[in-house]
């Protein structure tokens, strides 16, 4: 953090996500049962696979990592944008926008790996069904989730390298709710041209590459169940679109932001609540809606949970 300490600028100020008082209250109620039924669903979700002894299986052991990322997805800038609705002065330390784009990026590279191993598993346990539990071991799963983090912390890392050291010495407005580091970049007091094509080409690089071999993957799993065409390729499609569904909700807007040669401000903003709240939202809806397993163990979950509060 030695670039904060050469840095003139100590805050920045978000101008939100609307100029309108008008627009406050509804956007507040919006984003308040949003955030609330996000972390609701989520949490509900990492509580149903960690009781279940159903679901301790390498499936919803990566569901279960994904609500949990999905959390923290929802908690990084959800809060602060809700309290910010209401104040005229909305501002953010430096150090607490460096902050927020550090998690911004550990959150993302951690859910990109954990997308690809959910996928994966789908691949074993549809194309090589009788090697499932001997290719799928703990070890493997333990693995991928401790690679999703090493990517997450090596990809936020040096996106940020680059960041801390920039001088910011005078503009300090951000025509956002939150700190994004393309906006961020721009405000340096110094040709950034460079930085911001390689933030662009890099993180645009990694979605759009990671979506294509996403994408290409279930097409192979798609074509490998239809050829099945046995009792259980109903509910493997079932199970497949619930995935491609939440992998569309999460690349959607990231590759928009990176790859789109002239964004558009009003449309940055409502990608970037889509993906603030709507997607850790959705996501367990998707897969709860689609999986009767889920279903029953997120009701046993609550039940529980209930029976916990009368008793204490």
């Known amino acids: ?39 609701a669903g989520n949490a509900l979700a990492v509580l149903a696979v960690a009781l ?26 959800s809060p602060k944008m809700i309290c910010d609705l209401f104040r005229r002065h909305k501002v953010i330390s430096f150090r607490g926008c460096v902050a927020q784009v550090f998690f911004i990026h550990v959150i993302g590279g951690v859910e990109m790996v954990l997308l690809m191993a959910m996928a994966f598993d789908r691949y074993v346990a549809i194309c090589r069904p009788l090697h499932y539990l001997t290719i799928m071991s703990p070890r493997l799963c333990a693995c991928f989730l401790g690679a999703a983090w090493v990517v997450g912390l090596v990809h936020s890392a040096v996106q940020l390298a680059f960041v801390v ?47 294509l071999i996403l994408m290409a993957s279930y097409a192979v799993i798609i074509v490998t169940v239809q050829k099945q065409a046995s009792a259980g390729s109903a509910k493997a499609l079932s ?44 996501n367990p809806i998707i897969y709860t809606l689609r999986n009767q397993e889920m279903k029953v163990a997120m009701r046993r979950a609550c039940r529980q949970l209930l029976r916990y509060r009368k008793i204490s």
């Open 1 to 39: 953090m030695e670039g904060a300490n050469r840095s003139v600028v100590s805050e920045f100020v978000f101008l939100g996500l609307a100029g309108s008082w008008g627009l406050q209250l509804p956007l507040f109620l919006f984003s308040s049962v949003l955030y609330v039924a996000s972390m």
């Open 52 to 77: 279940d002894s159903h679901l301790h299986s390498p499936m919803y052991f990566l569901l279960a990592n994904l609500s949990f990322i999905d959390l923290g997805v929802s908690s990084v800038t």
């Open 165 to 211: 050291n920039l001088p910011f010495c005078g503009p300090n407005v951000l025509d956002s709710f939150y700190c994004d580091l393309p906006r961020l970049i721009k405000l340096a007091c110094t040709d950034t041209h460079r930085l911001e094509l390689m933030v662009s080409a890099n993180s645009g690089f990694i979605s759009v590459g990671t979506f």
């Open 239 to 282: 199970t497949l679109s619930a995935h491609i569904t939440v992998v569309i909700l999460f690349f959607g807007p990231l590759m928009f932001f990176y790859t789109w040669p002239s964004s558009s401000t009003h449309l940055d903003k409502f990608l970037a609540i889509f993906d603030a709240l709507v997607t850790p939202f959705l």
